[in-house]
């Protein structure tokens, strides 16, 4: 079935840092991505959809600048925090629709990213 | 606004009972409707997706079933093993197309006991 990979699954570092992750389509094309974050005992909220070639488009209450996605190719997007601060410390899970509007979500295994 | 809500929040139940989860939503429009199995610190696992035109889907033990005009669908499992504990999410796009978005239930947090 289809994967999809997500790069690092876990990540620590000091507050300020900028954090990239990446999600990769590997068996599929995707020209539309999605991140998702999820705080403890809560369910997934949609951060950002990634479009192929294109700008991502943010949901209400989420910082462009403070979220950068690219989508530069049709199997990989990236997801940077930039300058992490504690309160950016959550679980960021991206997924991927395979070929046709009705085919189902695939999501990579998550980032749990810590900020100290 | 679309609204998904999902009861329990947690069921603990002993090997071999079958159970039904229940994920309800406020805007009956939905293009369709999709169970994902998340496992303790890993990402979503899909399990069965229903179109809004299909009262129900099958995957070996799993049974989902929708009803659009009420809002409401479940998810069966039969004969449910310790294997099968999980946070159990149902999620329908918003509004009545297909753009890939989701919007999720709090989940059920199963739990089954040998």
Redesign the interface.
């Known amino acids: 079935g289809a994967v999809?990979s997500?790069h690092p699954s876990r990540v620590i570092c000091k507050s300020g840092t900028s954090v990239k992750i990446e999600c990769r389509s590997l068996d599929f094309q995707a020209t539309?991505m999605?991140w998702y974050r999820q705080f403890p005992k809560?369910?997934?909220?949609?951060m950002a959809?990634s479009n192929e070639g294109s700008k991502a488009t943010y949901e209400q209450g989420v910082e462009k600048d403070k979220f950068l996605i690219n989508h530069a190719s049709l199997t990989l997007s990236t997801l940077t925090v930039t300058s992490a601060h504690p309160e950016d410390s959550s679980?960021y899970?991206c997924?991927a629709?395979g070929g046709g509007?009705?085919q189902?979500?695939?999501?990579?295994?998550?980032t749990?990213l810590s900020i100290l | 606004k679309q609204e998904v809500t999902q009861i329990p929040a947690a069921l603990s139940v002993p090997e071999g009972e079958n159970l039904v989860l229940n994920c309800s939503f406020t805007d009956s429009a939905i293009y369709?409707l999709?169970w994902?199995r998340q496992d303790p610190?890993?990402?979503?696992?899909?399990l069965l997706?229903i179109?809004s035109s299909q009262r129900e889907q099958t995957s070996g033990r799993l049974n989902a079933s929708l009803d659009k005009s009420s809002g409401r669908s479940t998810l069966y499992i039969a004969a449910s093993q310790p294997g099968d504990s999980a946070t159990y999410?149902c999620?329908v796009p918003p509004g009545s197309s297909?753009?890939?978005?989701?919007?999720?239930?709090?989940?059920t947090t199963l739990q089954v006991k040998p």
């Open positions: 999809v997500q539309t999605f809560q369910s997934l909220m949609l959809t679980f899970i997924s629709r509007r009705n189902p979500q695939h999501f990579g295994d998550g749990r | 369709n999709q994902f610190g890993k990402g979503l696992t899909s997706l179109q999410l999620a297909n753009t890939g978005k989701l919007i999720f239930g709090q989940g």
